[in-house]
């Protein structure tokens, strides 16, 4: 007998993700404790941090058909709860090497829970006959944004990592077994005959390339707020460290409220509008973040950031799925393997910023890249469907 609640299905995968990310986020707030434990600087940390995007490619890329046979439930239940193991096991890392080994390892497991959560989204999107995928999306930014707020409790406690982050260990399991315990998978969609699978690695197109730009800025700063915004406050402020850790929740606060809404505006407005606001709203985030002299100043620049990066890459995803040069397995490969590469740059050039120019500096050279998702936003219309004379 299986053990666990009964709940609708976009219910349990909106759990699932909420989950998931609660898992996941416990690292981030404690970041600058382990920069401080391990006695390295930025660049060094951010090299260590690339063993979580290294380890996720990897998985991306080669794990499907493993995931199949081990089946989706199995994988989300054993998935999650090694995951929490995993990053309690971060906080024994002696120096980056060891770190970066552990992250290697998380990234392998995050890997296998994105491609099986992702896919159970739209296969529930499927069954239930609406659009859920950014909100279920949005419950893993608001579990990004729990896990923030008790890293920040911790931290203003004194409560060491090591016991913070297996203390999360039994309270994700709790969450596995009542969430997910009586999960049964969706079924499979019934694709198309002949429709193109994704490849392994998949050659960009210009259109692809576009997508790219468009969607850069957004992930250079997500990815910013989530390794470098405690480190920030601390640095920038010396204010309390529950201040500091408040930093990464609220940025994911502010995301998780956009997506949970962003369906219906991109619904009502077009995608190419709602993206217009959102990259005005994400460089008004890094220049606020740059410029502030004021923690709470600072603050309210991760909230901007965290609503500007919510749903750019989603609505770029979307378009490399609808473009009608490929099939859009092979859009969405290419423009997914592109972002990974940018995902792996991005901690260690950030870092090595930081440490050499400060981490104000670090925020500020995300600038450019709005300014060219701005000219990229032309990639989201729509394409004309080619006729007899292409």
């Known amino acids: 007998m299986r053990f666990g609640l009964n709940l609708a299905p976009q219910i349990r995968i909106y759990g699932a993700f909420f989950i998931y990310s609660l898992a996941l986020g416990g690292l981030y707030p404690r970041l600058g404790d382990l920069q401080l434990a391990m006695g390295v600087g930025e660049s060094a940390l951010g090299l260590a941090l690339t063993g979580a995007g290294i380890g996720t490619m990897i998985s991306l890329t080669f794990a499907s058909p ?48 994105e491609v099986v959560a992702n896919v ?20 893993w930014s608001f579990g990004f944004f729990s896990a923030g707020i008790i890293g920040a ?20 399991l709790a969450g596995v ?41 957004a992930m250079f700063l997500e990815g910013a707020g989530a390794d470098w915004s405690v480190i920030f406050m601390r640095d920038i402020f010396n204010v309390a460290p529950f ?42 985030g890094a220049i606020v973040i740059t410029t502030a002299q004021h923690p709470y100043i600072a603050l309210f620049g991760f909230a901007l950031a965290g609503i500007g990066t919510s749903a750019i890459f989603p609505l770029a995803m979307s378009a490399a799925a609808q473009r009608s040069d490929r099939p859009a397995a092979i859009n969405v490969a290419a423009l997914a393997q592109l972002s990974f590469v940018a995902f792996l ?14 981490v104000r500096v670090s925020f500020g050279i995300c600038l450019p890249l709005v300014l060219l998702s701005w000219f990229a936003i032309a990639a989201l219309k729509p394409q004309p469907p080619k006729d007899a004379h292409g």
Do not use: W
Request: proline letters at 5%; one cysteine or more.
């Open 177 to 217: 077994l009542l969430v997910l315990g009586r999960m049964t998978p969706a079924a499979a969609r019934l694709h198309a005959a002949g429709q193109a699978k994704p490849p392994r690695f998949a050659v960009p197109s210009l259109g692809i390339l576009a997508l790219v730009a468009l969607s850069l800025s």
């Open 243 to 284: 201040i500091n850790g408040l930093a990464f929740a609220t940025g994911a606060l502010a995301q998780a409220l956009a997506r949970f809404f962003a369906d219906g505006f991109i619904e009502r407005f077009g995608p190419v509008a709602v993206a217009r606001l959102l990259i005005v709203t994400l460089g008004a």
């Open 120 to 139: 159970e989204a739209d296969r529930t999107e499927h069954l239930v006959g609406r659009r859920i995928m950014n909100r279920c999306h949005a419950f």
């Open 345 to 358: 740059i991005g901690p260690p050039f950030l870092g090595f910023i930081a440490e050499h120019y400060g």
């Open 66 to 113: 493993l995931l199949d046979r081990l089946g989706y439930r199995r994988t989300l239940t054993y998935g999650i709860v090694l995951l929490s193991i995993l990053i309690a096991a971060t906080s024994f890392a002696l120096n980056p090497a060891m770190l970066f080994f552990t992250l290697l390892v998380m990234g392998l497991v995050v890997g296998a829970i």
């Open 153 to 172: 409790f911790a931290k203003q406690a004194g409560i060491s990592p090591h016991v913070h982050l297996l203390a999360m260990v039994p309270v994700v």
